[in-house]
């Protein structure tokens, strides 16, 4: 692989932001942000100490816009490797595909994802995304998918989804697009006592399509369904935390490291998400195909 190949990779980035705190992590997003040429909008909210990197392609528009989005801080005792410096990896790889295109799409790093308080019971985080939510018009935004832990599986994990929730049009959309690019998908309905994300600020804002999305090995799904299937409430409150199975498991703990991770399962969610972004893109006549865009920026041999 030529060192031009390297750079390109995904795995590059996570190299580059594990071992790395919070506000380093936020410096690396704005200097290649920078380095792409593309503009970014940092929106700062003081009293929470919060600083969001956005990213608009499609600045002023009044179509209905994606939010891919992805938190970029990291809890201190963690190299933060799948948590999240995968999801950030992943959505600096879209900024450089989508550069030089106007398009309906707005990448957003959230700061302050991780919980601030952290007791036995309750965790309480996301501030950044809390802050985004409640400061912009959510009547112009068609749909949110949120990334966590990307770098480690081959089947795709879209959460939460209870039995209303299987109707929501996000859902909708993204089943369809991982059936078209042969994704296997799994659903499922995670306590937000137990696991949550950045998601959650926008469906307490009244906004339901807003999802996480996650990889995790095929062989693991069954181990994962069987925890989640014994906790509920009763046992988040009252009985110890269950622990949860490989790859989740190193969240938040030394191991979350990038030797854990691989180039293809980021290639995975990268793909989903091109084929979601062009979808969306098409009935606005825009066609990333046709343009010479849509070409994976890290597709080489290995």
Known sequence: MSNREESACLMSH????????SSARGQYIQETLKGLELKSVIQNCNFLQVKNIIVDFSP??????????????????????????SGVAVLLGLCQELRGTKTPVKIVFFDREEAWIRTPILRLGLLGSLCYAYTTNLRNISAVYNLEFCGAGDCLAIWPI???????????????????IGLPF?????PWMLMSS???????????????????????????????????????????????????????????????????SLRLMFSLLLEVVQEHASPFGINLLTNGYMKSPCIFPE
């Open 60 to 85: 002023g528009s009044e179509n209905k816009h994606l939010i891919l989005s992805a938190h970029y801080d990291v809890v201190k005792s963690s190299p933060g490797a799948n948590d999240n410096a």
């Open 198 to 264: 950045d998601h959650l600020s926008f469906r307490l804002r009244g906004f339901p399509d807003a999802l996480t999305l996650s990889l995790l090995p095929s062989d693991g799904i069954q181990a994962i369904e069987k925890t989640l299937a014994g906790t509920n409430l009763y046992s988040l409150i009252f009985q110890r935390r269950p622990t949860m199975p490989e790859p989740l498991s190193v969240v938040h703990t030394a191991k979350d490291t990038s030797s854990n991770l691989n180039e293809s």
């Open 14 to 21: 996570i190299k580059a932001l594990e071992n790395q705190d």
């Open 186 to 190: 799994k659903s499922a309905h995670i």
């Open 162 to 180: 209870g039995q209303k929730d299987s109707t929501l049009s996000a859902f909708k959309q993204i089943t369809a697009a991982s059936n078209r």
